[in-house]
T-cell receptor, first 109, second 114 residues
Framework: TQLLEQSPQFLSIQEGENLTVYCNSS?????LQWYRQEPGEGPVLLVT?????EVKKLKRLTFQFGDARKDSSLHITAAQPGDTGLYLC?????????FGGGTRVLVKP | SAVISQKPSRDICQRGTSLTIQCQVD?????MFWYRQQPGQSLTLIAT?????????ESGFVIDKFPISRPNLTFSTLTVSNMSPEDSSIYLC???????????FGSGTRLTVV
């Protein structure tokens, strides 16, 4: 059982469309991290959200942390083929990183 | 952030054999982490490797199957022992160098057991 539930598991969209990925849990987190993993590579950190209600923007990516710090979302505006990859939310507890199930995103040109 | 070199990048192995994966970091780190990523899945922590002590294994993973060495603060190895096709996965090492950079991962070792 995943401590972090991600949805959807898979998204296939056309270039230029928007998409949102969700990360939910029944537990409260002190912080949440989002990673993107491309084929043949390890995950790369996109952002860390810490404060309930926080919104962070990274170019066309917008990250939100829920007010209760139990959920988070990643929104991509005008997706491009370079956004294709596996998106993972993760929680750091102590020194351990626990990942959600991941959302595989395919952006078709 | 830290730079991790992991090798081999991929291997095809016969069942019953063992494979040792190496992870080299460009700076000293206290903890190194080993993950498994089964086909089409997310990452699952196998164990945490500290220099000078036994590795700490997560539930479902045992030292006999996944022995780990940590001889110094920049290097670690993970061995996948007595392999079966179910061990076919990507194995990744990771470090937490600085909080602001999150965790840094190697490129992974794609293992296929036939």
């Amino acid at each position: 059982t995943q401590l972090l539930e991600q949805s959807p598991q898979f998204l296939s969209i056309q270039e230029g469309e928007n998409l949102t990925v969700y990360c939910n849990s029944s537990s409260v987190f002190s912080s949440l991290q989002w990673y993107r993993q491309e084929p043949g590579e390890g995950p790369v950190l996109l952002v860390t959200v810490v404060t309930g209600g926080e919104v962070k923007k990274l170019k066309r990516l917008t990250f939100q942390f829920g007010d209760a710090r139990k959920d988070s979302s990643l929104h991509i505006t005008a997706a491009q083929p370079g956004d294709t990859g596996l998106y993972l939310c993760a929680r750091a507890a102590g020194n351990k990183l626990t990942f959600g199930g991941g959302t595989r995103v395919l952006v078709k040109p | 952030s830290a730079v991790i070199s992991q090798k081999p990048s991929r291997d095809i192995c016969q069942r019953g054999t063992s494979l040792t994966i190496q992870c080299q970091v460009d700076s000293q780190v206290t903890m190194m982490f080993w993950y498994r990523q089964q086909p089409g899945q997310s990452l699952t922590l196998i164990a945490t490797a500290n220099q000078g002590s036994e590795a700490t294994y997560e539930s479902g993973f045992v030292i006999d199957k996944f022995p780990i060495s940590r001889p110094n603060l920049t290097f670690s190895t993970l061995t996948v022992s007595n392999m079966s096709p179910e061990d076919s996965s990507i194995y990744l090492c990771s470090v937490d160098k600085e909080a602001s950079y999150g965790y840094t991962f190697g490129s992974g070792t794609r293992l296929t057991v036939v």
